[in-house]
């Protein structure tokens, strides 16, 4: 009796079939930040829940370089290509910027403002796209998509490469079928908060790195 009351009727679950379309309740702002592994671990879940259940997911990442350690390929790469639905771009594969790993400064600051114009190309498709309706796997996401990840960003604004009131406005502006998911960043977005509707604080308690472990194939990267 009581199996009925749970959300599978107490059977196992199985997975099915993808088939494009539109989610009845997005349209929220997420903010992920803190000085915690798995902020973008997190949202690229996330990213992957919502594709799963057939709606247009587009990943955009900032600032994604990093240490010598980490390959120029993620994992999760690999992984956003074979997903139906889920669509990515990187215009950050220049390392850590103020982290003296030999690239130019001039170099962060330009990369980060040709993501945000792309973020903006983004938007301004979702603004003109019929976000109640379900979209093709494979189609344009210049032509609409239900979820727009942008991770990274917050550390592009805390070093002032975008600048701060610009993402206020860009996240004022969304379309409100959109759901905007924006990640990054150690220091807590003031300027953001009253402008999202939900705020996750990923913090570190204990991590390895600080013993010396470096970024780790499969788990970092």
């Known amino acids: 009796m009581t199996d009925r009351n749970t959300p599978g009727k107490?059977?196992?679950p199985e997975a099915r079939d993808i088939e494009p379309a539109a989610p009845e309740e997005f349209g929220l702002t997420q903010v992920w930040w803190g000085d915690g592994k798995g902020k973008t671990t997190a949202t690229l879940g996330m990213a992957f829940r919502a594709?799963?259940?057939?709606?247009r997911v587009h990943v955009l990442q900032?600032?994604?370089g990093g240490a010598d350690s980490v390959e120029d390929v993620r994992g999760e790469y690999n992984a956003m290509a074979a997903m139906p639905g889920l669509t990515y771009e990187n215009l950050g594969h220049y390392g850590w910027h103020a982290m003296n790993d030999g690239t130019e400064e001039r170099d962060h600051a330009a990369e980060a403002q040709a993501g945000f114009e792309r973020a903006q190309e983004l938007l301004d498709g979702a603004a003109a796209a019929d976000l109640t309706t379900p979209f093709s796997p494979d189609s344009d996401p210049d032509e609409g998509v239900h979820m727009l990840v942008l991770d990274e960003l917050l550390y592009a604004a805390d070093r002032g490469l975008v600048d701060p009131e610009a993402v206020v406005e860009f996240v004022e502006n969304k379309p409100d079928r959109l759901e905007l998911v924006l990640s990054g960043s150690h220091e807590r977005p003031e300027y953001l908060l009253d402008s999202v509707d939900l705020v996750t604080n990923v913090r570190k308690?204990?991590?390895p790195i600080d013993a010396g472990q470096r970024a780790r194939k499969g788990t970092e990267y």
């Open 10 to 12: 107490g059977r196992p």
């Open 205 to 207: 308690e204990k991590h």
């Open 62 to 64: 900032f600032m994604k």
């Open 51 to 55: 594709a799963g259940h057939g709606f």
